[in-house]
């Protein structure tokens, strides 16, 4: 069955910080890959997905990017936080059907909560 | 850009009395989704509607795509503590990723 990972669970970071977080995917093969963010009380946005190894689309221009070095493996990251990056970052995959960015639901990690100070 | 509107935002019920929550979209939509988030937990997936005018039921919830396949709503009949959480629709247009409404968050007082 498939999985997904998402970590870490939660961090507290200074404001100017670096970031990295990093999801894994088990049991599947060329998933579709996104990053979304809920900020307090408020709904899901995307960041970015992916529909294979080295391919981004970013939907939000922030100081945010991703990586997916791996087939089943995408990374966010920062160079330097500012305090409205704090919020709750979820991972999630889909299937890949086709070339379609997507063609069914969408399994979310469990989230990494960020709170930068 | 593609936007989904979602209302109430809250929702406050007694158990036992019914709770809807509806969706618009400004765009016609391939498909709509709909996901359960409890507190402090991740999204879950409920259903899928492709079909205009589709309807579909799981035990007390009902879920309707309306004829223009820009809006749909859910339906939860008796409520339940169970129910608790915020409950978002998700649309999308072919092939683009899904946009997620801002959610209607469900409070059931026993």
């Known amino acids: 069955s498939q999985t997904i990972h998402q970590w870490p669970a939660t961090l507290v970071q200074p404001v100017g910080s670096p970031l990295s977080l990093e999801c894994t995917v088990e049991?599947?093969?060329?998933?579709?890959l996104y990053w979304y963010r809920q900020a307090a009380g408020r709904g899901l946005q995307l960041l970015f997905y992916s529909v294979g190894i080295g391919q981004i689309s970013s939907e939000v221009p922030q100081n945010l990017s991703a990586s997916r070095p791996q087939d089943r493996q995408f990374i966010l990251s920062s160079k330097k936080l500012l305090l409205s990056d704090s919020g709750f970052y979820l991972c999630?995959?889909?299937?890949?059907?086709?070339?379609?960015?997507?063609?069914?639901?969408?399994?979310f990690g469990e989230g990494s909560r960020l709170t930068v100070l | 850009g593609q936007q989904v509107m979602q209302i109430p935002q809250y929702q406050h019920v007694q158990e036992g009395e019914d709770f809807t929550t509806y969706c618009n979209s400004s765009t016609t939509l391939s498909n709509i989704q709909w996901y359960k988030q409890r507190p402090g937990g991740h999204p879950v997936f409920l259903i899928q509607l492709v079909k205009s005018g589709e309807v579909k039921k799981q035990k007390r919830l009902t879920f309707q795509f309306g004829e223009a396949k820009k809006n749909s709503s859910l339906h939860i009949t008796a409520t339940q503590t169970t129910d608790v959480g915020t409950y978002f629709c998700?649309?999308?247009?072919?092939?683009?990723?899904?946009?997620f409404g801002k959610g209607t968050r469900l409070s059931v007082i026993a």
């Open positions: 998700a649309g999308r247009r072919r092939n683009t990723p899904l946009v």
């Open positions: 999630a995959w889909s299937v890949l059907g086709q070339g379609r960015v997507n063609t069914g639901e969408l399994f």
């Open positions: 049991g599947t093969s060329n998933p579709n």
